[in-house]
């Protein structure tokens, strides 16, 4: 009987883990799923940021430091998160761009660092999280992009590290059918947030200017968060399996209205 009424109590959870959570799309995500009523725990490196989140957002947020490239790290991430109650969600949203330079001469660093954290990070950190999850008939959701649908030129690492990532949450989900787990797939096109483009070119601030100028409205980090929120707040026997989001002026990468 206990046992029951513990499974009634788990469904009705709401609480999710959200990676990369002390910036951009991740920091929006916390923000915008405790606007929803739910709790979070904020998942980053940078104690100083998710610190001051939690600090803003009251009891309805608290974090733990969480390298997804590491396994201790992440394992006591983890660990630490379980002992805290079941969880309903875990986003995915730890990620990153490095270098644009073409395959011919691209950095073997580059690419190694973008497939331990956007493919390697988001599979450890699932694959710990899996069972909780389906204890709570919850979802994983995992932050790709469209780089990850069609690949351009000097994008190659990253591409292959988001293809990487989609494929990941798709064959997870046909390995999932019949068990009680959901699996989001979100692919944003371009969303000017502070650090993205600043990281991928190595702290160029000209260079990474130049992605955003003069589209007219590049997506936020919020218009992503609310597609997280939206996906998050369907019945769970409803599987958003893939939103591909890009702002009105982007038809493809290569594809971008800018005003001059
Ligand atoms: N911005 C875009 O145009 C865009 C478009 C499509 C998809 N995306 C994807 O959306 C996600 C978020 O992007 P964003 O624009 O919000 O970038 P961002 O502001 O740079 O956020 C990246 C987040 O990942 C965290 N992170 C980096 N390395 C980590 C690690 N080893 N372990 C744990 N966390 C780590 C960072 O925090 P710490 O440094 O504190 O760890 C940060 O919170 C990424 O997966 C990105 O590929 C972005």
Redesign the pocket.
Known sequence: MAETVNKEINKTVRRAVV?????????ATVRALVADGWQVVA????EE?LAALAGELGGACTYHV????DEASTQAAVDAVLAGGPVKALVN?????IGKDPVATASLDDWRDMYE??VL?TLRITQKLLPALKETEGTVLV?????GIEPYEGGAGYCAS?FAERVMARVLRLEQIGEPVRIVDIS????A????SL?RFHGDEAKAAAVYAGVPSPLK?EDIAECVRWALAQPDTVDIDSIVVRPRAEGSYTKVYRER
């Not at 998942?43 to 940078?46: D, E």
């Not at 949203?93 to 761009?97: I, V």
């Not at 932050?143 to 780089?147: D, G």
């Open positions: 990676t990369g959570a002390s910036s951009g799309i991740g920091a998942l980053a490196r940078r940021r969480c390298d997804v490239t949203c730890a990620g990153a761009a954290l956007n990070g932050i790709s992009s469209t780089a988001k944003p096109g371009m969303v947030t502070d650090e993205f990281k980090a």
